[in-house]
């Protein structure tokens, strides 16, 4: 189940954990949201009422590709998720080892191969900045790419802003690596918005300046953030 480049326009979002979902109207408004694998998974029912009438992709986030297996993979599918969201990829050897994972799965749980989507936090740890492997042709399941500056930062040691307003090196390096390896494999890619951006015309200069960057859309980290980017006219479904 793949994100089509040209239609990606919605925003990702991360689901808060322990906090419910909202009415089907706000799911109208997103893409896809994203579970963490660690203990806020939709149930199936809910998962399954939501997609029929919104067409939200439920997504699970999974921890580094050396720390899951195809138990793990198994519950989650059967959870009802659509795809997985992979933290700190570091390059193409890690997408190709979750895909044979959900190859795997797929086959043991009767679901048709290739129908459970794949998206990489991409340029969020050092290795995958610094990597000169191209992602392209890696995996059919493959469908977008995420940059988290915030995430990057730390990975790095340095703050994702700092005192004097500068954007670190290593950030744009790590933006500039997202968009350009999401082109070269003719895929999504979404940049998180920073978590304490919760000024409706912030966010929208923000989003406005993540599109201009050559991202497709956004990942937001609340629904507070959903809200805000409707108040400020960028989203018309909520």
């Known amino acids: 189940m793949s994100v089509n480049l040209q239609q990606t326009i919605k925003p990702l979002l991360y689901q808060p954990r322990n906090e419910p979902l909202p009415a089907p109207a706000s799911l109208s408004a997103v893409q896809g949201v994203v579970f963490d694998a660690a203990g806020n998974q939709p149930p199936r029912q809910v998962s399954t009422a939501a997609k029929a009438s919104t067409g939200c992709l439920f997504l699970t986030r999974i921890p580094s590709a050396e720390n899951v297996n195809e138990h793990d993979l198994g519950v989650l599918l059967a959870s009802g998720a659509d795809g997985v969201v992979l933290a700190g990829c570091r390059g193409p050897a890690d997408i190709q ?40 042709g890696v995996s059919s399941r493959l469908s977008a790419l995420i940059f988290d ?55 929208r200069r923000l989003w406005i300046n993540s599109l201009e960057n050559g991202f497709s859309a956004v990942a937001l980290r ?17």
């Open 97 to 136: 080892r979750i895909d044979v994972m959900l190859k795997v799965t797929e086959a043991a749980a009767g679901i048709p191969q290739g129908r459970t989507a794949l998206l990489a936090e991409y340029a969020t740890v050092p290795e995958s900045v610094l990597s000169p492997h191209s992602l392209a």
């Open 149 to 203: 500056a915030a995430a990057l930062a730390e990975a790095c040691g340095c703050r994702r802003v700092t005192e004097a307003g500068d954007v670190p090196a290593v950030v744009r390096a790590g933006r500039a690596a997202a968009v350009l390896r999401a082109c070269e494999a003719g895929i999504a890619a979404y940049e998180m918005m920073p978590a304490d951006a919760v000024d409706e015309w912030a966010l």
């Open 222 to 238: 609340s629904w507070q953030q959903i809200d805000l980017l409707a108040a400020a006219g960028v989203l018309t479904e909520v």
